[in-house]
Every structure is written in structure tokens, then in C-alpha cells.
T-cell receptor, first 112, second 112 residues
Framework: DVKVTQSSRYLVKRTGEKVFLECVQD?????MFWYRQDPGLGLRLIYF???????EKGDIPEGYSVSREKKERFSLILESASTNQTSMYLC???????????FGAGTRLSVL | DQQVKQNSPSLSVQEGRISILNCDYT??????FLWYKKYPAEGPTFLIS?????DKNEDGRFTVFLNKSAKHLSLHIVPSQPGDSAVYFC???????????FGKGTRLSVIA
């Protein structure tokens, strides 16, 4: 079974803090993704990566950056957290680009 | 512009009856379609998929129908069970060369 692990289930941070969300997958998948989920807005793609050190902007990259130094790990960075970044963050991985994505359990981030 | 649309934000069905969740798409290049199920505070889990060369795919109580000419797909759940209560996301990709594009989701409530 594919396992995608997000380091934290719940996080509370203060406005202006730098926040790191970590994601690890154990299936040697090439592609990894970060989404946020908000009520009524569905899943919105923030960034994705198709290879180590490669990254592509998704639909809502502003205020975020990512890092992929190893194939199995994809980090989402909030450079200076703001209250409008309070959300559920979901990491996913897939073998091929348009293939089934496997999701982690999510990180519920609250920025106060 | 939304390429994948789930026009019903919510649906309520009696236990034992059929649940029909609908999804429309605008991009004629989409050739692979998926349904995901999401419980609160968990990541989405893959449910069922269909390739554009088929018009139906069945897996137990779940059946996905694809109508390419109408650019429409639907997920049928028969019989519906209370444990099916969740948010269902429709997703699509084009020739495996693009990340999945998700709809905004439909919340299904199955009432005992």
C-alpha cells in the first residue's frame, strides 16, 4: 500500500512565522503535490514537483514555496504565515503525472 | 475557469437507495476520470476511475458512467449506506501529461 505521511495533523502558528509542512511518501513516486482545502473551494493545487529539485507552480502559489531535495520528501514552506493561510493542507504523490494520486491525512493549520 | 464542475454542493439520500453524484467537464482533452471520497479530518481516498475508451466501470456498489459527447460523468452508489456519508471529488487528467484537475466536491449525506 502507498503511504503518504504528513508530519503534523494539527499546527497552530502566529502571523509572520515561517512554517514548514513536511510530507514523505514510501512508493518511489516521481510526482508530489501540495493542495489546500477550504469549504466551498474544493482542492486547490499550490505547487507540485515531478522530480528531485524540480517544482512547478499550481493554481495558488502566492505566499508559498516548496523544497524537494530527496525523491521521497516534499516540503511546503509558508515564508510569513498570514491568517488567510489557515486551512487544511494535503500532500499527495503519484507514479505518473495524470495518474491516481495518493493523499496523506492532511495538516490542519491555524494561523492566529 | 473551472474545467471540472460539480454543480451540487450537497446531496441527501435515504439508506438503501441509490446515490447519484454528477460531474461535468469542459476540456475535451481529458481522457481519464477519477472519483475520490473524503471524510472530515482525513485525506481523500481514491474510489474508482474510468478511461475515456469506456463508458462504464463498476466496482462493487460503485459504478462510474462516462458520457463523452455530453462531457459528463456520474458516480452511482447502490445501495447507499451511512458510511458513504462523505465529500466526493471528481477529478480528470489529459493524456497523463497534466496533474489531476479536481471539482469542488459534493457532500453526500446518507440518512438511516
Amino acid at each position: 500500500d502507498v503511504k503518504v505521511t504528513q508530519s503534523s495533523r494539527y499546527l497552530v502558528k502566529r502571523t509572520g512565522e515561517k512554517v514548514f509542512l513536511e510530507c514523505v511518501q514510501d512508493m518511489d513516486h516521481e510526482n508530489m503535490f501540495w493542495y489546500r482545502q477550504d469549504p466551498g473551494l474544493g482542492l486547490r493545487l499550490i505547487y507540485f514537483s515531478y522530480d528531485v529539485k524540480m517544482k512547478e507552480k499550481g493554481d495558488i502559489p502566492e505566499g508559498y514555496s516548496v523544497s524537494r531535495e530527496k525523491k521521497e520528501r516534499f516540503s511546503l514552506i509558508l515564508e510569513s504565515a498570514s491568517t488567510n493561510q489557515t486551512s487544511m493542507y494535503l500532500c499527495a504523490s503519484s507514479l505518473r503525472y495524470g495518474d491516481i494520486q495518493y493523499f496523506g491525512a492532511g495538516t490542519r493549520l491555524s494561523v492566529l | 475557469d473551472q474545467q471540472v464542475k460539480q454543480n451540487s454542493p450537497s446531496l441527501s439520500v435515504q439508506e438503501g437507495r441509490i446515490s447519484i453524484l454528477n460531474c461535468d467537464y469542459t476540456n475535451s482533452m481529458f481522457d481519464y476520470f477519477l472519483w475520490y471520497k473524503k471524510y472530515p479530518a482525513e485525506g481523500p481516498t481514491f474510489l474508482i476511475s474510468i478511461s475515456s475508451i469506456k463508458d462504464k466501470n463498476e466496482d462493487g456498489r460503485f459504478t462510474v458512467f462516462l458520457n463523452k459527447s455530453a462531457k459528463h460523468l456520474s458516480l452511482h452508489i447502490v445501495p447507499s449506506q451511512p458510511g458513504d456519508s462523505a465529500v466526493y471529488f471528481c477529478a480528470a487528467s489529459a493524456a497523463g501529461n497534466t496533474p489531476l484537475v479536481f471539482g469542488k466536491g459534493t457532500r453526500l449525506s446518507v440518512i438511516a
